[in-house]
Every structure is written in C-alpha cells, then in structure tokens.
T-cell receptor
C-alpha cells in the first residue's frame, strides 16, 4: 500500500551544525511533497514544499531535495538552532487532495 | 491574519457520550481537511470537505463519525458514542485551492475518553 517512511526516528545535532532529515516514499504517482515541523502540543507547521517537476528548492535556512528515481526526499536545515527542536514530518499527495504523512523524525539540538 | 482555529483545545468525554470538534479555516480558504494523530505517530487523513459538500471521506470510520462544513459557520467533526479508542489529537487543516497547495493546520483538539 501507500506509505511514507523515515530512516531515522531521532536525530541529535549540535547547535550550529547542519541537519539532514530523510524520507522515503513509495507512491510513484505522488506529485507534491511538503515538510512540516510539529512542536509539542501544537499542530504541524508548514516549512517548505516541492513539486515533482523540481529536484531542489530552497527557503530560509532550509533546502528540500527530491530524488524521484529512488523515491527519496530530504530536508536540510543549515546552522541548526535550539528552536529547530521538534518532530519533522514529510507528507505526499499521490494525485489526490489528502496528505499522506510519514511517522516523523524527532530532531534534538544540543548546545 | 488569523490561522486555522480549532476548539475546544482539550475535550474530555465519558464512553458513550458525543464529541463535537470545531474548525474555522483561514480567511479565504474554502477547503477543510480533518486528520487524526495518535501519540508518536504521523497524522492520518479522515475527511476532506468544501462548503456544504463532502469531497472525500475515505479515511473516516463508517460508523459513529460524521463531518460537515455548512455554508455559514465552522466545520464540525462529530463522534457519537465515543469509545476509549477514539482518544487522540484531531487536527483540522485548510487550503485555498485543492491539490498542490500547502495545507495549513490548527493546533488541534485533544480528545480524552474516560
């Protein structure tokens, strides 16, 4: 069935380092991908999105890379800060309106 | 601009009671989505609505659950005769257009069943 999975459930990084969060997706029909950040007790917060006709998109301190050949998505956070500590989800839309979420990666930033 | 507003933030019900969760989308958004999240898990799609129409309810249990988005007022997710397994966080999202537009989420309703 459809699934979006993550390789690492928890990622620990030192403040100032770069973080890379990975995501594998299985539905080749997916044409739109989103990364969300979720802090404790809050809803998912939109970070960045990418469409399937692109392989890279940059935002402020964040970059999303899409490799359709191996169905892989990654989120890179530059100069990670304590405020980046949260759970990060990738989500895909396989040609429908609903989002399919992965199980999440917890990012812990140490001083 | 106000974001997606959900209320109540926390709701406690006893088994067999009804739970009503409300969601007001962002201004200008006409598409509403409901998701459910269990602890340490990702969000699972339940239902997608536009004003006065249910577009996709493929993720919603066939019994006890219903959703509406009336012409006036918030979207409502209704759970009848709640059971312990209904305990979860329920999130609402909205978007201005369908497909390939980011959905923006509220802070959810935490439903606890005693």
């Amino acid at each position: 069935g459809e699934s979006v999975g993550l390789h690492l459930p928890t990622l620990s990084v030192q403040e100032g380092d770069n973080s890379i969060i990975n995501c594998a997706y299985s539905n080749s029909a997916s044409d739109y991908f989103i990364w969300y950040k979720q802090e404790s007790g809050k809803g998912p917060q939109f970070i960045i999105d990418i469409r399937s006709n692109m392989d890279k998109r940059q935002g402020q301190r964040v970059t999303v890379l899409l490799n359709k050949t191996v169905k892989h998505l990654s989120l890179q956070i530059a100069a990670t800060q304590p405020g980046d500590s949260a759970v990060y989800f990738c989500a895909e839309t396989p040609g429908t309106d609903k989002l399919i979420f992965g199980t999440g990666t917890r990012l812990q930033v140490f001083p | 601009n106000a974001g997606v507003m959900q209320n109540p933030r926390h709701l406690v019900r006893r088994r067999g009671q009804e739970a009503r969760l409300r969601c007001s989308p962002m201004k200008g958004h006409s598409h509403v989505y409901w998701y459910r999240q269990l602890p340490e898990e990702g969000l699972k799609f339940m239902v997608y609505l536009q004003k006065e129409n249910i577009i996709d309810e493929s993720g919603m249990p066939k019994e006890r659950f219903s959703a509406e988005f009336p012409k006036e007022g918030p979207s409502i997710l209704r759970i009848q005769q709640v059971v312990r397994g209904d305990s979860a966080a329920y999130f609402c999202a909205s978007s201005p257009l369908r497909s390939n537009q980011p959905q923006h989420f509220g802070d959810g309703t935490r439903l606890s069943i005693l």
